[in-house]
């Protein structure tokens, strides 16, 4: 193996750990916001974690010395994107009060099959037609999970797929701020946007807390913020296309962090369901390199 391979085979396997380690953490604060979701009111507990994060985007930003990172060429997109974004996490956390961690994770794992839905109709995209039966098959898979009509599963599992939908929304558009603005810009205003709407919603629900309860918001907003740095430095590192497969592992990592932490496991028809999404989800990566290579090849 030449130098020059062996240099590029590590950097790519950095970048992967780096997606992983990002994952972790995002799995762990998942469960802190589970421990305090069914407990206090949601906007508190986002608003909190929100003020925690943008301590550390501002220590962030004194020590990287990027003061213009609040310059946008696209300010009304990314507060459309961070509104989206904040959204999502508060129908996520808001349901996680009532339904197992994994399984929320697995349901919110439908999230890639709706973004190539999405982008071939928002984005005018081009998706043929196997791509489109992968992601009909993924949409059984979700509703073998979420089984509605049943009984089975709670009906808070419905938030989570709203919470997946919308945050398709705000990954639409990161993809359109990112041609525009650097990640450090992103994450400011995404950071700014949730304080400022939390700080204006948490008069209304405060409630008082004990210090354990706030150790553990504010331990979400640091995690918060370091996981995003993991995942975005993994993203500098190694192309989309590789990385995408990696986010699949955060289910099984979620269901060892809901396993330990709260003795809860998903059941069979869980597992059926989200087997079958992850695999209409990784069938949609392989076909979308396909085309990537086609075009290229074209070009």
């Not at 995002?26 to 943008?54: C, H």
């Not at 331990?219 to 990385?243: E, K, Q, Y």
Request: aromatic letters at 10%; charged letters at 15%; one cysteine or more.
């Amino acid at each position: 193996m030449s130098l020059p391979t062996a240099a590029a085979h590590a950097h790519t396997m950095r970048g992967i750990l780096y997606m992983l380690l990002g994952i972790v953490i995002f799995s762990i604060m998942d469960g802190l916001a589970k421990e305090v979701s069914d407990k206090y009111p949601t906007p508190m507990i986002m608003w909190v974690r929100n003020l925690a994060q943008s301590v550390f985007v501002l220590s962030l930003v004194m020590r990287l010395r990027r003061y213009r990172i609040a310059r946008s060429r696209r300010p009304g997109l990314q507060i459309g994107r961070s509104v989206c974004n904040l959204a999502q996490a508060f129908l996520f956390i808001f349901a996680l009060g009532m339904v197992p961690l994994a399984d929320a994770v697995a349901i919110g794992m439908t999230g890639p099959l709706m973004l190539t839905a999405m982008s071939a109709l928002l984005l005018k995209e081009q998706v043929g037609i196997r791509r489109w039966s992968a992601v009909a098959v993924g949409c059984i898979g979700a509703l073998i999970m979420v089984r509605p009509g049943l009984g089975v599963v709670h009906w808070a599992a419905m938030l989570v797929i709203a919470a997946a939908f919308i945050n398709v929304l705000s990954q639409l558009g990161t993809r359109v701020v990112s041609e525009h603005d650097g990640i450090l810009t992103t994450l400011f205003y995404t950071t700014l946007t949730g304080l400022v709407i939390t700080t204006a919603i948490v008069p209304f629900v405060w409630v008082e807390m004990p210090w354990d309860a706030w150790a553990m918001m504010i331990a979400m907003g640091l995690l918060g913020g370091c996981a995003h740095l993991a995942t975005n430095r993994a993203f500098t590192d190694v192309p989309a296309s590789i990385l995408a497969p990696m986010s699949y592992a955060a289910i099984p990592i979620a269901a060892v962090v809901g396993y330990i932490w709260f003795h809860q496991f998903p059941d069979r028809w869980t597992i059926v369901g989200a087997i079958i999404v992850v695999g209409s989800g990784l069938y949609v990566i392989y076909r979308e390199r396909v085309r990537r290579r086609e075009r290229e090849a074209a070009a």
